[in-house]
């Protein structure tokens, strides 16, 4: 089923095959090798629990940027109905990297926008693969102005390997736009819930990513560089990626551990590409808990929540003034 | 920390001894240049008006009042929270840059009188690090704008970045929010904030509290952007501009309010203060400190702030 192949599955993949023939091989000669079929079949499950349930932060972001995995227009199929998209930032343009709209989680209206990537060169083309210009923020933006107008509440859906880094982006200022985002969404007297469902790309992640409660799906990551990047600053070779996304903590039992992340919804063994129906309703009944909780408060202490959760983001030591000399 | 380190020369450091007195050369028009006079000039060159990078006790002498600042959160030392792995050890890192500029991290902030206007200002240290912002500067700027805000001060931040703090991951980049949110509740008090944007200013620090004053103000040939050039030029594969995300380009984009020279700094944020300040906050201005300004001079806008020559690249 599945077509693309990461390194790690080889030889999940060979066992695979070898089993496919087989049990070809049985039928066709009306033998019966089912003892065999059986050992191998408890080998390759064997293999993909060890292979699955151990993954590097490396191997997660490969998982994360699997071709075949579910984006946000999926997500959004597939966990709310009556979807009625809104475009364009009504400013220069309607970014396709990054998509929204009006929608109803079983009974409860949500206001749900996301960065979208694309699966073949064309999609890829039109949404700039999961990379948001500018408007793709000023668009997020008037969606959630307009959520917040209507006291609906807000998810963010989050699945990008950065902000465009292009001549236009900055020309048409980039660091603005997500900038712009950040404050805003400390005003907005809704609750916002974020879910990380594959790439959280720093700025471009964040630039939709203030909210009263961060969601990462087990294999997403969320960094504030690349491991690319940072490996290529950092070790002056990008190919040292794996240490740099080992030493950038960025998986999600990564952030769970350190506070950044609220919670953990469990994809299937293989990935979320491998079962999007199960991962789907698992993220939607998540997402249902924790906007109960946050109903429950007042626009004040949501507010208050959202500033008070990231306010407490950082570690530093503090030397008390009359210790120091 | 993507580093433009080549531009970022101070002239302390580039110093040499000649049997004249010391020395150094214009990285922009090749003029040699007395350091005792630079210094007197703010760091600009006093052939072509290059801004050279300034220590930052020097900043905040060029803002301050004479005798006004007092530092605030100086002691708040950066942690190797993820214990990161790597070519080098963060807490080496830390321990090299505090020996190298005296510093504990990349900013200082505090509380200052400017103009006789009671300030919170912090002055960002490309030198350290790289103005990189971690969570020390993160949560240094976000006491400065919490405690401006309860004081009903206005708040003046010196940015300068290269780039991320890697080595705190992704609480590195949840500084940017934390200090967003910070501004938000300072303008909804009505209160004024002027980020002055040096070079370079980049990254992060752009793409959050240096982007989002009331009156944006850039010295002369800035690098300023989201990304950096490199990483843009890689990506597009496209040849950049001329002059491509410097002060004078982002003006042109409407990005700006305007760019001023170094030496009409305080006089130009002291105008915007006396404008946006109730009477009854100014106080007295001491005329003979170093920098001080005489209120009734403050009358027009300063006519020298065209840009420096473009500097061959
Ligand atoms: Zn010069």
Redesign the interface.
């Known amino acids: 089923m599945s077509t693309y192949v990461l390194p790690f599955e080889k030889t999940i993949v060979e066992l695979e095959k070898k089993l496919d023939e087989l049990r070809s091989f049985s039928e066709d000669q009306d033998l019966d090798i089912s003892s065999e079929i059986t050992k191998l079949e408890t080998k390759l499950e064997k293999e993909r629990v060890s292979t699955y349930e151990n993954l590097t932060a490396w191997q997660k972001v490969q998982m994360s940027r699997h071709p075949l995995r579910p984006y946000t227009r999926d997500y959004i199929h597939k966990i709310t109905t009556k979807f009625i998209e809104i475009h364009g930032d009504r400013l220069f343009s309607d970014d396709q990297a990054i998509i929204g709209g009006f929608a109803y989680l079983d009974k409860q209206k949500v206001m749900i926008l996301g960065t979208q990537k694309g699966r073949d060169t064309k999609s890829n083309l039109e949404c700039n693969f999961g990379c948001p210009y500018p408007e793709g923020y000023r668009k997020a933006l008037r969606l959630m102005k307009m959520a917040n107008k209507f006291n609906v509440p807000i998810i963010t859906l989050i699945d990008t390997p950065g902000a465009y880094p292009g001549i236009e982006s900055e020309e048409r200022h980039i660091a603005e736009a997500i900038a712009v985002n950040l404050r805003e969404m400390f005003t907005f007297s809704v609750p916002i819930i974020s879910v990380v469902i594959g790439e959280g790309g720093s700025g471009g992640a964040l630039g939709i990513g203030v909210s009263n409660r961060i969601l990462v799906l087990e294999h997403a990551y969320y960094s504030v560089i690349s491991p690319e990047g940072c490996a290529a600053i950092l070790w002056k070779d990008r190919s040292f990626a794996e240490d740099a996304a080992e030493a950038l903590k960025l998986t999600a039992q990564h952030l769970k551990d350190s506070g950044l992340a609220d919670g953990i919804i469990k994809e299937p063994l293989g990935g979320a590409h491998r079962d999007s129906d199960a991962v789907a309703a698992k993220m939607k009944s998540s997402i249902l808990k924790h906007l109960a909780e946050l109903q429950r408060m007042s626009s004040q202490e949501l507010l208050e929540d959202r500033y008070n959760k990231f306010r407490a983001m950082g570690v530093f030591a503090e030397t008390p003034p009359d210790e120091s000399s | 920390?993507?580093f433009f380190g080549k531009r970022i020369l101070s002239f302390r450091n580039r110093k040499k001894d000649t049997p004249g007195g010391l020395w150094d050369s214009c990285p922009s028009c090749k003029e040699m240049l007395y350091l005792k006079e630079m210094k007197e000039a703010q760091g600009v060159c006093t052939h072509c008006s290059h801004h050279f990078s300034l220590p930052r006790e020097d900043r905040i002498a060029m803002f301050a009042d004479a005798g006004s600042f007092e530092e605030w959160?100086g002691?708040?030392?950066?942690?190797d929270?993820?214990k990161?792995?790597?070519?080098?050890s963060y807490t080496d890192k830390l321990a090299e840059n505090l020996l190298k500029t005296g510093y504990k991290d990349a900013i200082s902030c505090g509380k200052t009188r400017v103009g006789g206007f009671d300030v919170g200002l912090g002055v960002m240290d490309f030198k350290f690090l790289g103005a990189s912002m971690?969570?020390?500067v993160?949560?240094k700027v976000?006491r400065l704008i919490e405690r401006s805000t309860e004081a009903r001060m206005p708040v003046l931040l010196v940015c300068a970045s290269g780039?991320?703090?890697?080595y705190?991951?992704?609480?590195?980049?949840?500084?940017?929010?934390?200090t967003?949110?910070?501004?938000?509740?300072h303008?909804?008090a009505g209160l004024p904030y002027i980020p002055i944007l040096t070079h370079p200013t980049t990254?992060?620090v752009?793409?959050?509290?240096?982007?989002?004053g009331d009156v944006i103000i850039a010295e002369p040939e800035a690098l300023i952007?989201?990304?950096g050039p490199r990483?843009?030029k890689e990506?597009?594969q496209?040849d950049?501009?001329d002059g491509?995300?410097r002060s004078e380009f982002l003006i042109k984009?409407g990005?700006l309010d305007m760019i001023v020279h170094r030496h009409d700094l305080k006089q130009r944020v002291v105008d915007l203060l006396n404008f946006w300040m109730p009477e009854s906050s100014q106080r007295p201005v001491p005329v003979d400190g170093p920098m001080g300004i005489k209120q009734e001079d403050v009358v027009e806008a300063p006519t020298k702030n065209t840009p420096a020559k473009r500097r061959k690249s």
């Open positions: 920390m993507a959160d002691d708040l030392t950066s942690v929270t993820l990161f792995t790597g070519t080098a971690g969570a020390v993160g949560e976000t780039g991320a703090r890697m705190e991951g992704l609480f590195s980049l949840m500084q940017m929010a934390k967003s949110g910070a501004l938000a509740r303008a909804k990254a992060g752009m793409a959050s509290f240096a982007t989002l952007g989201f990304a990483v843009i990506t597009t496209q950049l501009p491509f995300q984009h990005l």
